[in-house]
């Protein structure tokens, strides 16, 4: 079993739709997650990070961390096209230096 | 500022030659990170550096792959005998220090590495 797992997709949402994105981890050690964005052929850029369990929300993403269940999701309201892109959920193993596991990415796309 | 910087940004390169990929950190930051993305999967862990040791090389493949950073700043890593099954992304990403509770990683535009 992956250490962290998320449904590649694609998962296809229409414009100003909420586009639902998960992730479960099996490492407890992990307590802190991480998510980042790629557009295809660029790099990983940051959306939000979160390490204490409940929502925080940052504009129109909302990323929730659930520990007992060990799953992570974010939300992002009112997709929009250049929401388009494969999110990646990283776990942090602080007790390895701050090293990153990532899934597999789930990719969205939004139809206009 | 300047973020993290990655050379080259492409490399072709025939089976069994030996290739070098260059990382230069955000200023000031002292942990940095290599990892290796393949086609369709999340990036992999390779090595990461505090300063100028190398803290943890558990992710690299095999003993065909090694990196440095001599000064605490720029990293390469290096990659011998190199074999199809190496070309993949390699990126890179800096933090302000290794396991911080919040310490984010900043990836560079990552170097793409193709064995013919």
């Known amino acids: 079993q992956k250490e962290v797992e998320q449904n590649s997709g694609p998962l296809s949402v229409p414009e100003g739709a909420i586009a639902s994105l998960n992730c479960t981890y099996s490492?407890?050690?992990?307590?802190?997650f991480f998510w980042y964005r790629q557009y295809s052929g660029k790099s990983p850029e940051l959306i939000m990070f979160?390490?204490?369990?409940g929502d925080k929300e940052d504009g129109r993403f909302t990323a929730q961390l659930n520990k007992a269940s060990q799953y992570v999701s974010l939300l992002i309201r009112d997709s929009q096209p250049s929401d388009s892109a494969t999110y990646l959920c990283?776990?942090?193993?602080?007790?390895?230096?701050?090293?990153?596991?990532f899934g597999q990415g789930t990719e969205l796309s939004v139809k206009p | 500022g300047a973020g993290v910087s990655q050379t080259p940004s492409n490399k072709v390169t025939e089976k069994g030659k030996y290739v070098e990929l260059r990382c230069d950190p955000i200023?000031?930051?002292?942990?940095l990170y290599w990892y290796r993305q393949s086609l369709g999967q999340g990036p992999e862990f390779l090595i990461y550096?505090?300063?100028?040791?190398?803290?943890?090389d558990s992710g690299l493949p095999n003993d065909r792959f090694f990196a440095v950073r001599p000064e605490g700043s720029v990293s390469t890593l290096k990659i011998q005998r190199t074999e199809r099954g190496d070309s993949a992304v390699y990126l890179c990403?800096?933090?302000?220090?290794?396991?911080?509770?919040?310490?984010?990683?900043?990836f560079g535009p990552g170097t793409r590495l193709t064995v013919l």
């Open positions: 550096f505090q300063g100028t040791g190398a803290a943890d």
């Open positions: 979160i390490y204490s369990n």
């Open positions: 200023s000031g930051h002292t942990a």
């Open positions: 490492d407890r050690g992990s307590q802190s």
């Open positions: 990403a800096s933090s302000p220090s290794a396991g911080a509770y919040t310490d984010t990683q900043y």
């Open positions: 990283a776990g942090v193993l602080y007790n390895q230096g701050g090293k990153l596991i």
